[in-house]
């Protein structure tokens, strides 16, 4: 591997492809693939299937081979953002610079396609064909946990309850570890368990935490300050407490470096400079 913005830009219409052809050849009501497919080939960024993929690369693995995980990841993550997208929750109107789901099909076939996409992770991960079994069920009870009551849904009720709470540092930390944190470090985990790695967890578990943070942070920048023209959305949190909200611009900058070095220092223990060039890329994006 050159680096990891090359492969970032080198592998992220694999990943578009791949997920077109895989939903294109399954068998389900034609309004719910097109909005599947919609939603799911985009021009995001695709960043948590493809640090996947580039982890196997860097443990000596075949990547290609393991396409169909990397879109159960990016299938999960997808579907948070069109239910994430709803009137109801945040109520956007646009994402990856068009439409949201819901304004193009409509609400119900919205809540459908994210349901859809979440089911259809798991029944990938179980169809693969070269895992041994009591690797799927750990990576399916992986993905259940970080994305679920645990992680990713538990950081969701914690982001539009915040009025039944009392927010501080811990609780934005908390729930921002939850909401975003599990979803970035999972593409980590699985990589080493797939590649039997199993002793790096521990420090990738800590790098994702940090990462995770610091991502959030940069997202909260660039929502208020970002070009929609590179950002692809529009700024939307007006009544809620983020951390821009809470602690302002110079001292968010200072969060924001302070995470990442602290991710930088977890991927140094590691002796991993993927993961170190990972954490600068995110440092410096504009969208």
Not at 37 to 58: C, E, T, W
Not at 215 to 221: E, L, P, R, T
Not at 236 to 248: H, Q
Request: net charge negative.
């Amino acid at each position: 591997m050159n680096n990891i913005e090359d492969f970032l830009k080198n592998n992220k219409e694999l990943i578009n492809n791949f997920a077109e052809n895989y939903i294109e050849n399954i068998e389900f009501p034609s309004i719910l693939k097109e909005s599947v497919k919609y939603s799911l080939v985009n021009d995001g960024k695709k960043l948590r299937p493809l640090i996947f993929l580039a982890m196997l690369d860097h443990y000596g693995y075949d990547y290609k081979n393991f396409l169909d995980i990397a879109l159960s990841i990016e299938l999960v993550h997808t579907y948070s953002l069109v239910h994430d997208d709803l009137p109801a929750m945040d109520n956007d109107d646009y994402r990856w610079g068009k439409f949201t789901n819901h304004k193009v099909y409509g609400e119900e076939v919205a809540i459908l396609t994210g349901d859809a996409m979440q089911t259809l992770a798991y029944n990938i991960i179980s169809k693969n064909d070269i895992l041994e079994d009591s690797i799927k069920i750990r990576l399916i009870m992986l993905l259940s946990d970080y994305s679920g009551v645990n992680g990713m849904l538990a950081g969701q009720i914690y982001d539009i309850k915040q009025d039944s709470y009392y927010v501080d540092e811990n609780y934005l930390e908390n729930m921002h570890n939850l909401k975003t944190g599990k979803l970035i470090t999972l593409p980590l985990i699985f990589a080493a368990i797939i590649s039997n790695n199993d002793n790096d967890i521990e420090f990738l578990t800590s790098y994702g935490y940090d990462l995770g943070l610091a991502y959030q942070i940069k997202d909260d920048i660039l929502d208020y300050y970002g070009d929609f023209k590179l950002t692809g959305k529009k700024f939307s949190d007006e009544d809620m407490i983020t951390y821009l909200s809470f602690y302002g611009i110079e001292k968010c900058e200072e969060l924001l470096d302070l995470h990442t070095e602290k991710a930088k220092s977890y991927a140094s223990k590691l002796n991993n400079s993927l993961l170190n060039d990972f954490a600068s890329l995110l440092l410096s994006r504009q969208k």
